[in-house]
């Protein structure tokens, strides 16, 4: 996806899709998370591999997250955070609430049925993708910064 920003200009530019799909094959010797693009321009695709504790199966997830929830929040955090800056959960779900005009209750933002329809698509997921492309950091306790 290639999204760049110039702190000492205050551009972002968006670079255009891999022209090719690929796959993330294996498993890397503990959890985590591959973003995998596609040229399709409309959706990214997280790869998530967890291990079994007890039987040591690795199995494979696939989310497709849409690119413009994507692109969404990183013009959500361009123009609410300053670069350096920690920003907490609480603070980046109000403002993605504020955005999509969400209504759901602050405490049930990420419990029960409104994970699926609310926290993963907006928040969680196209926090994970920007955080791979190098353009924030992402904490454990939910707490994001501008680089």
């Given amino acids: 996806m290639g999204i760049s920003y110039d702190a000492q200009r205050g551009n972002t530019r968006l670079a255009q899709f891999d022209k090719d799909h690929f796959e993330v094959y294996g498993w890397r010797g503990k959890s985590g998370l591959d973003i995998v693009k596609c040229n399709d321009g409309e959706n990214v695709y997280v790869i998530e591999h967890r291990k079994n504790k007890q039987t040591g199966e690795i199995t494979k997830y696939t989310t497709e997250v849409e690119l413009q929830k994507v692109l969404n929040l990183w013009q959500i955090l361009k123009k609410n955070c300053e670069v350096g800056e920690t920003y907490g959960y609480r603070f980046i779900m109000s403002k993605i609430k504020e955005f999509y ?10 419990g029960g049925k409104n994970r699926s329809k609310y926290y993963f698509p907006t928040h969680y997921y196209p926090l994970k993708v920007l955080e791979s492309e190098g ?13």
């Avoid at 353009?135 to 680089?147: A, C, D, R, S």
């Fill in 101 to 110: 005009g969400f209504t759901v209750d602050d405490e049930a933002w990420n």
């Fill in 135 to 147: 353009v924030i950091q992402y904490f454990g306790n939910g707490g994001v910064m501008l680089k």
